[in-house]
């Protein structure tokens, strides 16, 4: 069924923001949050699906030994990748250790890194970066026996990149109306953290579900800053003021309740757009970020968050993108590459938070809609389920791998079929310290997740401080 609500909600979207739509209604008993400073949680995804066996690479001897028997079509191609690629032989890699002589997970194995993934190395090893095994979207624990024994539930339309990207971001498949992080947002909200509730939920990427709330909405912001009404550059001014005025809807007639509220959302966010241009029109900022697409989305991200106090916020939820993961083939060629892109952008971003005295308070994680087979189709992947991410900032307790790694074999516990991985770790316990540390109540997170009732809550205790 549509109602007026979610008809202006779409319809407005290409504006950069349904902004200021119903943000009085939140629908919290009370307000336990934390709004004492200022904090900002950033999701980094990654579209397609990211290899994540490609990510965090065995390296003690007998697991490397395992791993390389089992992907060797894939080595052999990287054997000859293009000039600045490296090799993903042993010799080659970047074994995780730091002064928490960490590196490993609970059984001792060990851990590394492609060349191409340098700057996240030095992140890690500075304790500034942490690695999340295994972590996926769950219905409930369930293992390879309890799917072969016909028990147990399994998320909708696994391996289908739509729907798990929504999965990931808002717990439902397409269709969902809000994610975790638009509903942390509405907390947040409702809570009195922000002046203006337009600039609390944030994409760089044209619409996301993961920061639509059910009351606050996410503003979409370009590269470039705040959008412009371009169509009349260059006219007269006093064209420019007739069309304005006519976009406003001034001297309209306002009697139709839908046609009244586009006028008002119209206002609503051409003024926020003006706001931002006027914001970003006195700072820029100190670092350098690459010019790939995904380090130009961290730059305005980082711009909006050194605008902070000028647009009056104390909690924002953001969310950057990147394509190119859906890694069939090609592989070698490509996946180097996005490495790179990777890691260059988020060193470059979490230098930029250093700069602004923010590295405590800014927390970055990534997600993709899954992870990916162990087993290659030659020179690529297929479609997989559990993968391993990356959460950084100054408040991550860096230099260690939290949740599980499981073996590069076939037949284990949490493996369905040519190495894709049953994750280990929900979603939900993967957004639970962020959460927390966001400065969500106990009450107010179980809340922004329902399903975290079906998990342990304290399964990435230490995480975050």
Request: hydrophobic residues 35%; glycine residues 12%; negative net charge.
């Amino acid at each position: 069924m549509i109602t007026r609500r979610s008809f202006l909600k779409h319809t407005l979207a290409g504006l950069g923001v349904a902004g200021g739509f119903a943000t009085n209604l939140a629908s919290f008993n009370a307000f336990a949050a934390d709004t004492s400073e200022y904090k900002a949680l950033v999701c980094v995804f990654l579209k397609g699906g990211m290899d994540g066996h490609d990510l965090l690479i065995p390296y003690d001897l007998t697991s490397w030994g395992k791993f390389e028997a089992l992907r060797e079509p894939i080595l052999s191609a990287f054997d000859g990748a293009p000039d600045g690629l490296s090799p993903r032989r042993r010799e080659n890699l970047i074994a995780l250790s730091s002064t928490n002589s960490n590196g490993l997970v609970n059984d001792g194995r060990e851990f590394s890194l492609s060349q191409e993934m340098l700057e996240v190395a030095e992140l890690y090893h500075s304790n500034k970066m942490a690695f999340v095994g295994n972590v996926g979207p769950l219905l409930e624990p369930i293992t390879r026996q309890d799917i072969d024994n016909g028990g147990g539930s399994v998320p909708p339309r696994l391996f289908s990149h739509n729907d798990q990207q929504s999965i990931w971001q808002a717990g439902q498949p397409e269709g969902a109306s809000s994610g975790w992080g638009g509903r942390f947002g509405d907390i947040m909200q409702a809570a009195g953290a922000n002046s203006n509730a337009a600039f609390t939920a944030i994409t760089t990427r044209g619409q996301s579900i993961f920061v639509e709330g059910n009351n606050v909405n996410a503003f979409q912001l370009s590269t470039s800053g705040g959008k412009a009404i371009s169509q009349v550059s260059g006219s007269s001014s006093a064209f420019r003021e007739a069309y304005d005025n006519n976009l406003r809807g001034i001297g309209k007639d306002r009697s139709n309740l839908i046609r009244n509220d586009i006028m008002d959302m119209t206002n609503t966010a051409i003024d926020n757009n003006a706001t931002i241009r006027t914001a970003f029109g006195t700072s820029t900022g100190s670092e350098a970020f690459p010019s790939t697409s995904l380090g130009q989305q961290l730059s305005i991200v980082a711009r909006m968050i050194a605008n902070r106090d000028n647009l009056g916020m104390k909690r924002q939820i953001f969310i950057v993108g990147d394509t190119g993961y859906d890694t069939h083939s090609n592989q070698a060629s490509e996946l180097g590459l996005k490495h790179i892109e990777i890691s260059q952008a988020m060193n470059a971003f979490y230098n930029e938070t250093v700069a602004m005295g923010l590295e405590n308070n800014v927390t970055t994680f990534t997600a993709s809609d899954f992870g990916r087979s162990l087993v290659p189709n030659v020179s690529g992947t297929d479609h997989g389920w559990g993968n391993h991410h990356m959460v950084m900032g100054g408040a991550v307790n860096g230099g260690n791998i939290f949740g599980n790694v499981p073996e590069a074999e076939i037949g284990h516990d949490y493996e369905v079929g040519r190495g894709r991985l049953i994750p280990q770790t929900s979603v939900e316990q993967y957004a639970y310290p962020l959460a927390r540390w966001f400065g969500l109540s106990l009450s107010e997170t179980q809340e922004s997740l329902p399903n975290l009732d079906s998990f342990d809550a304290t399964a990435l205790a230490g995480l975050l401080s």
